[in-house]
């Protein structure tokens, strides 16, 4: 079965970091598209940035480019979501994703498994 699940996310004041990870399961990287996703309180859900391992292609939202960088570590089943310079309107909960290369359309389309979200908060 593939599993996603997020953690990292936490209480930070504005201009801080932190650092997400998404552990996957179930699934070879090399088949899939990795998404980081977000959704605050009364919004809609918002597609972030996402890795696609099988054209090495990376895609970052206006709202983050610059300031969020997705990596990973094969070794440990990873994929990470750098997050610098955050600001109180990146409070949300985040989500990791995972789109099977069938069905994955760049950049944020197919993402049929979903992890349970982490918080984070950004205090200004």
């Known amino acids: 079965d593939v599993q996603l699940q997020a953690s990292g996310g936490g209480l930070v004041q504005a201009w801080g970091s932190l650092r997400l990870s998404c552990a996957a399961s179930g699934f070879t990287f090399d088949d899939y598209a990795i998404g980081w996703f977000r959704q605050a309180p009364g919004k809609e859900r918002e597609g972030l940035s996402c890795?696609?391992?099988?054209?090495?292609?990376?895609y970052y939202s206006d709202s983050v480019k610059g300031r969020f960088t997705i990596f990973s570590d094969y070794a440990k089943n990873t994929v990470s979501l750098q997050m610098n310079s955050l600001e109180p309107e990146d409070t949300a909960f985040y989500y990791c994703a995972a789109a099977p290369k069938s069905r994955f359309v760049y950049p944020l389309y197919g993402f049929d498994y979903w992890g349970k979200g982490t918080l984070v908060t950004v205090s200004s």
């Open positions: 890795i696609s391992y099988s054209d090495g292609k990376i």
